[in-house]
């Protein structure tokens, strides 16, 4: 019996491909590369962001990604971090799934600051008992790590406890804690990439989870 449910948030409450793709490209303008497309970057979506930048940049150096990723949040702070759209049936959903009586938790690799943001922003901060993501300073930037810490600080019986993402990271972090796992199809992980993380459940809409919570 579900009690907790844990969400992630770019690609599966939120759609930020705008907002992201514009400020790696912003970061990326800084250093001697290519910048690719937008649609050359969706592959950063979700991912913890230093490791995207590491990739991009083709180098180990921290002195390099923290400058990165300094870049990166100077324009995200600003502006990046509106440049989001909510998927449609979010706000209803989660409006159905907390009368219910079910606990809410955000639980996103992005730093909780502008997570917290972009709940407030959207109209979606509400209908979270608690928002939790990565630090700052990089810790709990790690979805396992992240979901422990909720666990943990919450006091939550993992067996009675939902975590709902869009990519592998998700679906890896909620089972390294024993907690049932649900892909949304709709998000930034391929076909491949949520078969191969073996999710406990599917859902091609956001909808379908009241459906499954027999929230009527």
């Known amino acids: 019996m579900i009690e907790n449910i844990l969400f992630d948030l770019d690609g599966t409450l939120t759609d ?4 992201i793709t514009r400020c790696i490209q912003f970061s990326l303008e ?3 590369v290519q910048v690719p497309e937008a649609d050359d970057l969706t592959w950063c979506i979700g991912p ?3 490791e995207s930048f590491s990739h991009l940049l083709n180098t180990a150096d921290g002195d390099m ?3 990165a990723l300094a870049n990166y949040r100077k324009r995200f702070s600003e502006t990046g971090m509106f440049e989001n759209i909510v998927f449609p049936e979010i706000p ?9 009586g079910f606990r809410i938790f955000l639980a996103t690799s992005k ?10 922003h959207f109209g979606l901060i509400q209908f979270f008992d608690t928002v939790y993501g990565a630090e700052l300073n990089g810790s709990l930037v790690d979805k396992g790590e992240l979901i422990a810490h909720i666990i943990k600080s919450e006091g939550l019986d993992p067996e009675r406890s939902l975590m709902v993402g869009d990519r592998v990271y998700d679906i890896a972090g909620g089972k390294k804690n024993g907690v049932m796992t649900a892909a949304v199809s709709y998000g930034y992980g391929s076909r491949d990439e949520i078969a191969s993380s073996d999710p406990d459940l599917i859902f091609d809409r956001f ?8 929230i009527t």
Request: charge should be positive; hydrophobic fraction near 40%.
């Open 16 to 19: 930020p491909k705008i907002g």
């Open 30 to 32: 800084y250093f001697d």
């Open 48 to 50: 913890p962001l230093r």
């Open 65 to 67: 990604l923290d400058l």
């Open 92 to 100: 209803k959903s989660l409006e159905q799934i907390k009368d219910s």
């Open 111 to 120: 730093p909780r600051v502008f997570a917290k943001k972009i709940l407030d």
């Open 207 to 214: 909808s379908d989870l009241p459906a499954f919570l027999k």
